[in-house]
């Protein structure tokens, strides 16, 4: 993150003037949206309703299946849709740099004042304002300070949103951001009404039989170094094609090459596109994971982060492993 941002009380102040000043609202979150991304959005919504605002809901790919339940009858626009939507000021909400709006960029004038509200250690601070905590678990931490600040109502669906960035973001609650003040606000939000069994059950639990299948297949690749610290899975494009899954599909992959005994480092390799390979890498603590994210242009945690790189398979994950065997040297 950049170097001498205000301090906290000062950004949730000049965040919430931003809020009350504009109008007309443009919510932005990450491309390849999850939980936090989506949840996050859908706050702002709330949030912007509670305060007679008028407002947009929008990323690249739009609401993923597997939240739908989450967003009710509310709208979030994918890239494709009403490209003429009209507003005047952006929200970024969970996006550690500009280029992760993806295609939405294109929609928005370099002078359009934005609010870029993020938790990412490797945020660059872009926009006009930011509302910035690298050390809370999710966005929807931020945005449950924002909320306090702005002197909400809280309601049960608000409750759920910020719950649902909080249980995501921590993996249900197991993650080592899961902190005493997660819990805390965790334990305010039940008290809301949130239906925690059901997201626990919908967002952790859950997998479609496509899901299952492409596990299989994943697994079926799994390999690891002759140290046995690194261990990785990699799903080409023509994997996702055939089994007629999304790239969302994958979202869990990961987990199991990271929960290995003696695995430092996990990673999933996955062509997202023919010749382009999104990498996400998880750490068990040894390796900086963000700074290896970063070697290759991409960002995120210590422990979770992620890259894109072309090349072919054998290409990309040569130079992943050659970058990550630096962290130990
Ligand atoms: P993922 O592997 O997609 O689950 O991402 C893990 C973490 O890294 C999340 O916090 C993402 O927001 C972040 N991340 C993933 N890909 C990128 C990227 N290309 N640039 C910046 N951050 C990323």
Redesign the pocket.
């Known amino acids: 993150m950049s170097g001498s941002l205000p301090l906290f009380s000062e950004q949730l102040k000049e965040a919430a003037r931003f809020l009350r000043e504009g109008n007309d609202f443009l919510v932005v979150s990450?491309?390849?949206p999850?939980g936090?991304?989506i949840s996050s959005t859908l706050a702002l919504g709330e949030i912007l309703t509670q305060l007679g605002k008028r407002y947009t809901l929008i990323n690249e790919s739009g609401n993923p299946a597997k939240f739908a339940f989450l967003a009710g009858d509310r709208v979030i626009l994918n890239d494709a849709e009403e490209p003429e939507v009209s507003f005047s000021q952006v929200v970024t909400v969970?996006?550690?740099?500009y280029?992760?709006l993806g295609r939405v960029r294109d929609r928005i004038a370099e002078e359009t004042p934005l609010l870029n509200i993020d938790h990412?250690p490797?945020n660059d601070a872009f926009g006009t304002v930011a509302l910035l905590r690298p050390d809370a678990a999710a966005t929807a931490e931020v945005l449950y300070a924002l909320i306090e600040e702005l002197g909400l109502t809280w309601n049960r669906d608000l409750a759920t949103f910020i719950y649902t960035g909080l249980l995501t973001?921590t993996g249900g609650f197991r993650y080592s951001n899961t902190t005493s003040g997660v819990m805390k606000i965790a334990s305010k939000l039940l008290d809301e009404g949130v239906p925690a069994n059901t997201l626990a059950e919908r967002l952790l639990e859950r997998l479609t039989f496509t899901q299952v299948r492409l596990l299989q297949r994943g697994l079926s690749t799994l390999a690891l170094s002759p140290d046995g610290k690194i261990a990785w899975v990699s799903i080409t494009h023509s994997d996702i094609e055939e089994l007629g899954a999304t790239s969302d599909d994958l979202?869990n992959l990961?987990s199991y090459p990271r929960n290995i005994e003696g695995v430092e480092l996990g990673i999933?390799f996955k062509e997202t596109k023919p010749g382009i390979f999104?990498?996400?890498?998880?750490s068990n603590g040894e390796v900086n994971?963000?700074q290896l994210?970063?070697a290759?242009?991409?960002?995120?945690?210590v422990r979770?982060?992620?890259?894109?790189i072309p090349g072919t398979l054998d290409e990309v994950v040569a130079r992943v492993l050659e970058e990550a065997g630096k962290a130990w040297a």
């Open positions: 990450h491309v390849s999850d936090d991304a969970d996006c550690a740099d280029a992760r990412h490797t973001d979202d990961v999933l999104k990498v996400s890498l998880r994971v963000a994210a970063q290759f242009g991409g960002g995120g945690h979770a982060s992620g890259c894109s």
